[in-house]
T-cell receptor
Framework: QKEVEQNSGPLSVPEGAIASLNCTYS??????FFWYRQYSGKSPELIMS????GDKEDGRFTAQLNKASQYVSLLIRDSQPSDSATYLC?????????????FGTGTQLKVEL | DAGVTQSPTHLIKTRGQQVTLRCSPK?????VSWYQQALGQGPQFIFQ???????QRGNFPDRFSGHQFPNYSSELNVNALLLGDSALYLC??????????????FGEGSRLTVL
């Protein structure tokens, strides 16, 4: 079982729709969760972080965390063509110290006109 | 305010050669981590440096080594290159060893091609 799992996609949504990206993780002691956006050929850019159960909203983005189900998601409202990118879910475990992040393989999002 | 800078941006090597990649952290940051991202994959943690010491290491062979200098900049060295080492090498910087606020900043990466 992979430590962090994501559907590779591509996930295609029409412009203006809600895009829903999902991620599951295997380490129950994981404490911090992050969503990065990566455009083709570019480096990852942090867009959301979440540390406690529930929802966290930032503009058009909402991160949702359910530690009991070991599940984290990202909702993008009013999707725009500029949101087309690969979205990486990353998890930091409480074990091992430091700030190592374990990434999923990413979900490719395509927002169509 | 300079972000994370990496050099070189692209390089081509042949099997068996050695390569050194360089990273300067974001201003005010003292911790550097290195990640390898193969095509179509998520970044994989190689190791992390803080106070000039390797603090945490991922599942990479000893061919991968690093160094951190007193000015917090860092180098990643890969010896005896294999075709499978072809990837985007990402440097990320942060302040200290905790990551409570998610403040891990990535550089634009060094794309290594091994022929």
């Amino acid at each position: 079982q992979k430590e962090v799992e994501q559907n590779s996609g591509p996930l295609s949504v029409p412009e203006g729709a809600i895009a829903s990206l999902n991620c599951t993780y295997s380490d129950r002691v994981s404490q911090s969760f992050f969503w990065y956006r990566q455009y083709s050929g570019k480096s990852p850019e942090l867009i959301m972080s979440i540390y406690s159960n529930g929802d966290k909203e930032d503009g058009r983005f909402t991160a949702q965390l359910n530690k009991a189900s070991q599940y984290v998601s990202l909702l993008i409202r009013d999707s725009q063509p500029s949101d087309s990118a690969t979205y990486l879910c990353a998890v930091k475990s409480r074990t091992g110290g430091g700030n190592k992040l374990t990434f999923g393989t990413g979900t490719q999002l395509k927002v169509e006109l | 305010d300079a972000g994370v800078t990496q050099s070189p941006t692209h390089l081509i090597k042949t099997r068996g050669q050695q390569v050194t990649l360089r990273c300067s952290p974001k201003s005010g940051h003292d911790t550097v981590s290195w990640y390898q991202q193969a095509l179509g994959q998520g970044p994989q943690f190689i190791f992390q440096y803080y106070e000039e010491e390797e603090r945490q290491r991922g599942n990479f062979p000893d061919r991968f080594s690093g160094h951190q200098f007193p000015n917090y900049s860092s180098e990643l060295n890969v010896n005896a290159l294999l075709l499978g080492d072809s990837a985007l090498y990402l440097c990320a910087s942060s302040l200290g060893l905790t990551l409570n606020t998610g403040e891990l900043f990535f550089g634009e990466g060094s794309r290594l091609t091994v022929l």
